[in-house]
């Protein structure tokens, strides 16, 4: 029997206009688009990395849980970060979020859409049949 796809959205304006789901659920897995620090009941963006990376985990986790699905489901990371000196503020919010669950992880340095953004995380999640 082929598995069921289906789109998960947060609202943001950025989904439309860009033409992308936020995650997209095919089978056990789930797939989360790229995530920006973005408060998206606000559309607030905080200035520093460690507070936009804990708006992107609060979005990451809210969209798996709608996707029946959990942090520690996901099996691959990755960051873009737009300039290495902010590493060091960003490791204490990367170690809360994933520091237990340990996914496989790429991290990028390059710059994002808007010069206010810092960060964008994205991931994908596996959730065992058995």
Not at 29 to 56: I, K, R
Not at 74 to 103: C, F, H, M, N, W
């Amino acid at each position: 029997m082929p598995s069921t796809r289906r789109l998960i959205s947060t609202g943001s304006p950025f989904e439309k206009t860009m033409g992308y789901s936020r995650a997209v659920v095919q089978g056990d897995w789930c797939f989360v688009s790229g995530v920006t620090g973005y408060n998206y009941e606000t559309m607030e963006l905080p200035d520093d990395v460690a507070g936009q990376a804990a708006n992107c985990f609060a979005t990451i986790e809210s969209v798996l849980e709608q996707a029946g699905f959990a942090l520690a489901d996901i099996v691959r990371v990755q960051y873009t970060l737009v300039d290495r000196s902010l590493l060091d503020a960003l490791k204490p919010e990367l170690e809360k979020a994933l520091g237990a669950i340990r996914p496989a992880a790429t991290m990028v340095i390059a710059g994002l859409i808007e010069p206010e953004m810092k960060i964008e995380i994205e991931v994908t999640a596996y959730r065992d049949p058995s």
